[in-house]
């Protein structure tokens, strides 16, 4: 990650328990919330194989400039999903009559296929969020939830109780936010800075489940964002290497080509210094810069292995 971005990880958002739940402070926590973005925007883009090589300024013209991102996060990802969830979660209970209302729940709301989903933002941005919620039917529905669209904030205490959570958007004018604040006994509604009329909450507790990476919230390949950034960099750069390799410039030492001969120098890649008559002063040899292919090799080889051991994840 490159370290000019100081984004903000995603640490339990507090609040004081005795406060009232109005829309400033929604918008307090809205916020801090937004502060978390970029972050999550970053390794969200990481994992689609979006990474910063593709924004870097570009070269001049007539010089390489290749572009190449190997997508680490994605496989790391995927493997580790591999291993962890690729045969779903089995549940059972004692009960019978418990057990079949479970997997009825299950198979209703494709549980395995949530359950797999949860696992994979979770890697992704560190968390994710299981919402709760009654169809026209008032069956219990489920849907995953990233954190770029969802936050819960706890209270203050060693408890570390959930409060309220607020899912929201914005309108076409990116600035206009929409959403509901989720307590354990309504479902508000708000537009803009007004709060509609609550409705009740048919669960008794707050309608969402975070789940978490680890204790941090931090994803599964963002301690290695960096070296895959740098990767990215060294591999580009050794293929701008073989490119200039393949359209090295001929130089002729010696011998004055006439103008048509040099009329494009930069396209046929010619230099020309002359100033002898003596055929065996006369040179023509193609020029390269100094190649760096040992050294790498071997530091793609080491950002390679230090970023499955880092993010302890096997390379298969």
């Known amino acids: 990650m490159n370290g000019k971005r100081p984004y903000k990880l995603p640490e339990p958002l507090l609040c004081s328990a005795d406060k009232e739940i109005n829309m400033t402070l929604i918008d307090e926590y809205i916020r ?7 972050r999550y925007r970053y390794l969200e883009n990481l994992y689609k194989g979006f990474h910063d090589v593709f924004r870097l300024p570009e070269k001049e ?31 059972s209970h004692p009960d019978e009559k418990i057990k079949d209302a479970i997997l009825e729940f299950d198979r209703d709301n494709d549980i395995s296929d949530q359950e797999y989903e949860l696992a994979k933002k979770c890697c992704i941005y560190g968390h994710a969020f299981e919402y709760f919620y009654q169809d026209e039917e008032a069956k219990t529905k489920t849907v995953v939830c990233n954190p770029k669209e969802l936050f819960v904030v706890y209270d203050d205490t060693v408890k570390s109780r959930a409060l309220f959570a607020v ?23 708000f537009d803009g800075e007004k709060m509609q009329e609550g409705m009740p909450n048919p669960y008794g507790r707050i309608n969402c489940v975070e789940y978490v990476l680890n204790d941090e919230r931090i994803g599964l390949y963002e301690e290695v964002a960096g070296m895959v950034e740098t990767y990215n960099r060294v591999i580009g750069e050794k293929a701008n290497d073989i490119d200039s390799f393949a359209e090295a410039y001929l130089a002729v030492l010696g011998a004055e080509l006439d103008e048509e001969g040099v009329y494009k120098i930069r396209d046929n890649r010619i230099i020309n210094l002359y100033g002898t008559d003596n055929a065996k002063d006369i040179i023509v040899q193609f020029l390269g810069k100094p190649t760096a292919d040992g050294t790498q090799e071997n530091l793609l ?6 970023i499955y051991q880092t993010s302890m994840v096997a390379n298969i």
């Open 32 to 38: 801090k919330h937004e502060e978390r973005i970029p």
């Open 61 to 91: 013209s007539w010089k390489p400039d290749n572009r190449l991102a190997v997508n680490f996060p994605r496989y790391i990802t995927e493997t580790f999903l591999g291993y962890a969830y690729g045969v779903p979660i089995k549940k």
């Open 167 to 189: 899912r929201y958007g914005k309108k076409d004018d990116n600035v206009t936010r929409y959403g509901e604040i989720l307590t354990r006994t309504e479902i508000i509604p």
């Open 301 to 306: 080889n080491r950002l390679e292995d230090l």
